[in-house]
């Protein structure tokens, strides 16, 4: 056998710490988010252990613990017995309505060590867990996450990006959401155009009722809806057909872009949104977004795609020309890219 390089394992197993301290204090986070404990800390800091714990309603002991994990982890400021929240870690983590709010990102680490039985059974045998199957923090974890992305940029500049759209938007387009989640991306959609009609599908009814109730919530009840459906059997025709990093994860993409290129208008267009990916598997591993998709490929996507009919599996970072291809065989001549940004691709796609 090789001699080993002690040093080289040092390397490793400082990584692999540093990884095992990420994991652990990700729980943390998910604890502050639902306590309320970084809006707490926001509000009365810099402040003691006891003044945070009286804010939240929570432990002085338990918080004490809490906010120095956090100070650890560099997601608060110590200093002579209290704590803060700079500006930058108050924007990202204390302010649900900021266009930067990360802290439910963690909802999703929670939820599929919750699943960790269901995915330790779907890799040794190669069966699917469909979406609904999942934890429930999966759920309101990619609402709460994906949010602020489609709404500091899915009108401001992924819309603009398309030929005509916005102009017909603002005219009352019809418009269509499919995979839609929760509906933020739907709501999203209706807040900035307020004569289109939205109508947002899904195949999880539970995530259908939670839409409905958003969107009352959000003063759009009356100009978007929300339908269980799949991608490739909902009704209607629409100028515009959204689907929002949600194609990846189906079993039949191709039979759900036929139905999309039917259920189009004439001069119909539609977003195809995806994660952020490169050509090739090395050049993804390389990328910092290819370690969180590929891990949430194998704990979700390929998961949700083997549960369905079809015989696909893109997983998330499914590459262009995958994605292309797909399109393609749906019926669609015009696939371009037509933004992008760290996490996201945007595609037109035209028949």
């Known amino acids: 056998m090789n001699e080993i390089d002690e040093a080289q394992v040092n390397e490793f197993a400082g990584r692999f710490l540093g990884d095992l301290a990420a994991a652990m204090h990700s729980a943390t986070v998910v604890i502050g988010e639902e306590l309320g404990l970084y809006r707490a800390l926001a509000e009365v800091g810099p402040a003691t252990a006891a003044q945070v714990a009286a804010t939240a309603g929570c432990d002085e002991r338990y918080v004490l613990e809490w906010l120095n994990a956090q100070a650890a982890s560099g997601y608060c400021e110590y200093a002579d017995g209290t704590y803060r929240l700079n500006a930058v870690q108050a924007f990202c983590l204390a302010d649900p309505a900021s266009l930067a709010y990360l802290t439910a990102g963690m909802l999703l680490v929670t939820a599929v060590h919750r699943d960790i039985d269901r995915s330790v059974d779907a890799v040794r045998t190669g069966r699917g867990v469909a979406w609904g199957d999942h934890d429930h923090r999966l759920f309101a974890g990619v609402e709460r996450f994906f949010r602020p992305g489609y709404q500091a940029n899915l009108t401001t500049s992924w819309i603009p990006a398309l030929e005509g759209v916005e102009d ?54 009356d100009r978007v809806s929300f339908e269980v459906a799949t991608a490739q059997n909902f009704p209607g025709t629409y100028d ?5 990093d949600a194609l990846h994860d189906m079993g039949d993409p191709v039979g759900a872009a036929a139905h999309i290129h039917a259920a189009l208008a004439p ?17 993804n591993i390389a990328s910092f977004t290819g370690r969180l998709f590929y891990s949430g490929s194998t704990l979700l996507c390929t998961q949700a795609a083997r549960s369905q009919t079809g015989g696909y599996a893109l997983g998330a970072q499914a590459s262009t020309e995958q994605l292309r291809a797909v399109c393609e065989q749906g019926g669609f001549t015009r696939f371009r890219l037509a933004a992008a940004t760290p996490v996201n691709r945007v595609f037109e796609v035209r028949p």
Not at 191 to 206: E, I, M, S, Y
Not at 240 to 244: C, D, E, R, S
Request: hydrophobic letters at 50%.
């Open 267 to 283: 001069g119909g267009t539609w977003l195809l949104v995806e994660p952020a990916a490169q050509e090739n598997v090395a050049d």
């Open 168 to 221: 017909k938007l603002r005219q009352g387009a019809t418009v269509a959401d499919v995979g839609c989640g929760h509906g933020a991306s739907s709501i999203v959609l209706a807040q900035a155009f307020p004569a289109a009609r939205v109508v947002g599908f899904d195949a999880h009814p539970g995530s259908i009722d939670a839409a409905r109730k958003a969107a009352v919530e959000a003063g759009v009840g």
């Open 240 to 244: 515009l057909i959204g689907v929002f």
